[in-house]
């Protein structure tokens, strides 16, 4: 498949890439070293329209393609790989399941507010025992006069510190697994969720990763889609933020390739540039070649989602090739800039720590390889 961009497509590219190098790409450092989750640059990147940017206009969305958001947030990852997630986690995990669950009222009360980037979103999903085996869901929701009271306990939150709204999955048909998890619209000051341990993590240290200890209350409204279906809407939303997550994952192995032509071609050793050593040009040419591979496989992926066709194995191929590509690519710089990129601080360093999470989160290399496996030999 040859994609074509269209000219609305390009521009909006080529608007977001400015954004990115005048404003995200200025705080990055700063988000990195200070791990404080970076409010003011989620603010300015939603008034540059990329909180609903797929979500339909008539409710104050951009009403853009996938293939739009996935060069958005590729081209957000290559300044700031932490912002970049962050922007996922509110489009694809929240706006965009509230859009295809929600009940009118929902969509009034929380999608208009997560399009425009007045709030944003945080989904609740990971628990202690249920990381790769999502479906093993220990929180409950237990019938409670004309709700339900959700008590359990959830991990790795992103965007918790600064999220108004929690998409929180928990089981209301205990030894059903998936098919008995329902979703909660939970606002994320209720009495009853306490944010508690804060993720120190290796890297995208902005993220604002939470665990929460909820026991909390909700009305029967804030069902999001239909009680007991809530494993499907989770594998729904992780579907289109997959193809996000590749999309990040190529802007950090771009910014990589950049650092190491960069460097190649200014350092001098044995009297020439490295760039004139075969041993390094072999490493750069690998580079480009596979993150333009996983760059092919990630907007097929997003065109089959805009050609509202099933997705899941595009999805997954593009998070595997575009994770793996991408964590080769900082590896490779690394090894390319040597003591420079090793140091502290530096670009590629960031890179380097960033770039691990995206072959763990929205499921792992070998959760993609499952998925990948079931579909070729016919068992899904
Ligand atoms: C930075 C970050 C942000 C996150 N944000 C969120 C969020 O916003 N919301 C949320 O709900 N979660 C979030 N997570 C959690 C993330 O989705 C989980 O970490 C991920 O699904 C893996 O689960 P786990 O860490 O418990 O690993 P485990 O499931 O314990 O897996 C450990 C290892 O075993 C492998 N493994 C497990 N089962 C199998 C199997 N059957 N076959 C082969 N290998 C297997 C895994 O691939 C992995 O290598 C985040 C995680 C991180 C690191």
């Not at 969305?61 to 996922?88: C, F, H, P, Q």
Request: a neutral charge; aromatic letters at 6%.
């Amino acid at each position: 498949m040859i994609l074509e961009l269209t000219a609305e497509q390009l521009a909006f590219k080529k608007q977001v890439e400015q954004f990115a190098r005048d404003v995200v790409a200025q705080r990055a450092a700063f988000i990195d070293k200070s791990g404080e989750f970076p409010s003011d640059v989620i603010r300015a990147a939603a008034d540059a329209g990329l909180c609903g940017i797929t979500i339909p206009k008539i409710w104050g969305g951009g009403g853009r393609d996938y293939v739009s958001y996935a060069l958005a947030i590729e081209a957000i990852a290559k300044a700031s790989a932490t912002v970049a997630v962050s922007l996922v986690v509110t489009n694809s995990l929240v706006a965009e399941l509230i859009a295809h669950a929600g009940r009118d009222q929902q969509r009034e009360r929380w999608l208009r507010r997560l399009a425009s980037g007045e709030m944003i979103g945080a989904f609740a999903l990971s628990e202690p025992d249920a990381g790769t085996d999502a479906a093993n869901q220990q929180t409950t929701a237990v019938r409670a006069g004309d709700g339900y009271r959700i008590r359990g306990r959830k991990v790795w939150v992103a965007n918790a510190e600064g999220a108004a709204v929690a998409v929180v999955f928990a089981c209301t048909r205990p030894g059903l697994r998936g098919q008995g998890v329902t979703a909660f619209l939970v606002p994320m000051e209720a009495p009853g969720i306490t944010r508690t341990a804060r993720a120190d993590s290796l890297g995208v240290r902005g993220l604002g990763c939470m665990d929460l200890d909820l026991d909390v209350t909700v009305a029967d409204d804030q069902v999001l889609g239909r009680v007991d279906q809530g494993f499907r809407l989770a594998t729904w939303a992780l579907q289109g933020g997959r193809v996000a997550i590749a999309a990040q994952a190529l802007g950090i192995g771009e910014a990589a390739l950049a650092e190491a032509i960069a460097h190649a071609r200014q350092r001098v050793q044995f009297g020439k540039p490295i760039a004139s050593y075969q041993a390094i040009q072999w490493m750069l040419a690998d580079i480009a070649t596979e993150l333009e591979a996983a760059r092919m496989l990630t907007l097929k992926a997003a065109a089959a989602k805009d050609l509202q066709e099933k997705s899941t194995l595009e999805a997954s191929m593009a998070k595997l090739a575009a994770s793996e590509a991408a964590h080769k690519a900082a590896d490779k710089a690394m090894q390319i800039l040597a003591s420079a990129g090793y140091r502290r601080g530096s670009t590629v360093e960031r890179l380097f720590r960033d770039v691990r999470a995206t072959e763990i989160y929205q499921g792992t290399s070998e959760a993609q390889r499952m998925i990948i496996a079931a579909k070729v030999l016919g068992t899904a």
